[in-house]
Nanobody, 126 residues
Framework: QVQLVESGGGLVQAGGSLRLSCAKS????????MAWFRQAPGKERDFVAH????????YYADSVKGRFTISRDNAKNTVYLQMNSLKSEDTAVYYC???????????????????WGQGTQVTVSS
């Protein structure tokens, strides 16, 4: 059974930074590409960033490009999301998700993902 546990959320002022972590247990970490999604109150869950199983390829939503960085440490079975220059519109619950590495379609849709964490709240005050 695969489990994903996020941490690192909190309250930060606009312009500040946070780093989210997602620790994976269960099946081999490198069997999966990983991603972050977020869901603001009253809105749908949106794609944020994706990283391939090796870490060699990343993909970002336009809204976070240049501000957020996704990375992974396969030795620690952990994926990270470094968030800089935070804005009030970044306020949301952030979820990490795992996608089998042989998937070849578009990665920005949540129903393609196999496993999800419970989410961590990020609140940016203006």
């Amino acid at each position: 059974q695969v489990q994903l546990v996020e941490s690192g959320g909190g309250l930060v002022q606009a312009g500040g930074s946070l780093r989210l972590s997602c620790a994976k247990s269960g099946r081999t970490f490198t069997s999966y590409a990983m991603a972050w999604f977020r869901q603001a109150p009253g809105k749908e869950r949106d794609f944020v960033a994706h990283i391939s199983w090796s870490g060699g390829s990343t993909y970002y939503a336009d809204s976070v490009k240049g501000r957020f960085t996704i990375s992974r440490d396969n030795a620690k079975n952990t994926v990270y999301l470094q968030m800089n220059s935070l804005k009030s519109e970044d306020t949301a619950v952030y979820y990490c998700a795992a996608l089998r590495r042989d998937y070849r379609g578009y990665v920005g849709v949540d129903d393609r993902y196999d496993y999800w964490g419970q989410g961590t709240q990020v609140t940016v005050s203006s």
